[in-house]
T-cell receptor, first 112, second 115 residues
């Protein structure tokens, strides 16, 4: 079974609003990453948070990690129509070589 | 600097046929990966190669074989294609110096249909 599971599966918001996506995982991790995928394209890395970090920022992105709940959230502030894409979390386990295991993703639609 | 290049981009096969998906990266990365993506399923790891000469199974290796031909190239082979292997296949790579940043670089995908 997949390590990470995102919710919601789909999210539709108005431009300018904030978008929050959540990711839950099952085993101890080394780090958790978020990727973005535009329709029909490959994935692009957004941000990584290590297991000993609780929050990280990058531009309009804010990621949190709660290792006690085995969950993470990605917040996109002041969303734009260009943020429309699918967003995936991926985890790297403590006990493995560097393998990323992806969740099923959240499809975000930002309406102009 | 092309990044990660996959060929072919599209392929239609009949059940039982074989084919090889090619992947090459020009970033001098050590580790390379093959994933498949099915609708609503996210990406699932098929095989990966931590370094030249090594390969290891991922989450869904059955029905596939891989070859790490050299540092640049990592191919995925379907020996006897089945309709369940209809999917989009992604190759990715990472530089060991990037492990702390976790940045996998992905190709644009190979869309395979098995009839």
């Amino acid at each position: 079974s997949q390590q990470g599971e995102e919710d919601p599966q789909a999210l539709s918001i108005q431009e300018g609003e904030n978008a929050t996506m959540n990711c839950s995982y099952k085993t101890s991790i080394n780090n958790l990453q978020w990727y973005r995928q535009n329709s029909g394209r490959g994935l692009v890395h957004l941000i990584l948070i290590r297991s000993n970090e609780r929050e990280k920022h990058s531009g309009r992105l804010r990621v949190t990690l709660d290792t006690s709940k085995k969950s993470s959230s990605l917040l996109i502030t002041a969303s734009r129509a260009a943020d429309t894409a699918s967003y995936f979390c991926a985890t790297v386990r403590m006990d493995s070589s560097y393998k990323l295991i992806f969740g099923s993703g959240t499809r975000l639609l930002v309406r102009p | 600097n092309a990044g990660v290049t996959q060929t072919p981009k599209f392929q239609v096969l009949k059940t039982g046929q074989s084919m090889t998906l090619q992947c090459a990266q020009d970033m001098n990365h050590n580790s390379m990966y093959w994933y498949r993506q099915d609708p609503g399923m996210g990406l699932r790891l098929i095989y990966y190669s931590a370094s030249e000469g090594t390969t290891d199974k991922g989450e869904v290796p059955n029905g596939y074989n891989v070859s790490r031909l050299n540092k640049r190239e990592f191919s995925l082979r379907l020996e006897s294609a089945a309709p369940s292997q209809t999917s989009v296949y992604f190759c990715a790579s990472i530089h060991p110096g990037r492990l702390n940043t976790g940045e996998l670089f992905f190709g644009e995908g190979s869309r395979l249909t098995v009839l």
